[in-house]
T-cell receptor, first 109, second 114 residues
């Protein structure tokens, strides 16, 4: 199957920017997604990017896609305590999403 | 509009017991999915149904069966539960929209097999 890899942990100070990185192997991925999971809850779609785009901005969120290197990143500006969660990247191919293991983001005061 | 609902929220089974996890969506989506989530492993696809009347195996189908009862409902059955099936199970649904096939998730079922 397709592999999606992420670093497992990120600690960031409140008010700073967070950057979560992800690499994927499937060059035919058409859409790539970022999901957020808060403790005890399901996954919530944060944002997505189509594979022919390099960047997408949505309020505090910026997604960068380097298709040549198969690298995806999510930047959260002005990180708040409510941003503490697990963040998953996922790529879409053949009706299915392949998820990374998730990056646990901890926001410290 | 409830989105994706799952029952039960929590379940404890003994090894060898059987149970069915229920999932329903009210968004008129064609595709539905069952995942399991284990610490440090992300979400792994168990089975999916691309459209009503079809089901296909995902990455980890062994020990599970599914039924796409109608367009709204997709159930997951454990015939003989094993401790290795202790996990959090998520159901999701999707259809093609502006974000591609973005999936919408239920709240999860936390299953413990002793």
């Amino acid at each position: 199957g397709e592999d999606v890899e992420q670093s497992l942990f990120l600690s960031v100070r409140e008010g700073d920017s967070s950057v979560i990185n992800c690499t994927y192997t499937d060059s035919s991925s058409t859409y790539l997604y970022w999901y957020k999971q808060e403790p005890g809850a399901g996954l919530q779609l944060l944002t997505y990017i189509f594979s022919n785009m390099d960047m997408k901005q949505d309020q505090r969120l910026t997604v960068l896609l380097n298709k040549k290197d198969k690298h995806l990143s999510l930047r959260i500006a002005d990180t708040q305590t409510g941003d503490s969660a697990i963040y998953f990247c996922a790529d879409f191919n053949d009706y299915k999403l392949s998820f990374g293991a998730g990056t646990t983001v901890t926001v410290r005061a | 509009n409830a989105g994706v609902t799952q029952t039960p929220k929590f379940q404890v089974l003994k090894t060898g017991q059987s149970m069915t996890l229920q999932c329903a969506q009210d968004m008129n989506h064609n595709s539905m999915y069952w995942y399991r989530q284990d610490p440090g492993m992300g979400l792994r696809l168990i089975y999916y149904s691309a459209s009503e009347g079809t089901t296909d195996k995902g990455e980890v189908p062994n020990g599970y069966n599914v039924s796409r009862l109608n367009k709204r409902e997709f159930s997951l059955r454990l015939e003989s539960a094993a401790p290795s099936q202790t996990s959090v199970y998520f159901c999701a649904s999707s259809d093609f929209g502006t974000g591609g096939y973005e999936q919408y998730f239920g709240p999860g079922t936390r299953l413990t097999v002793t």
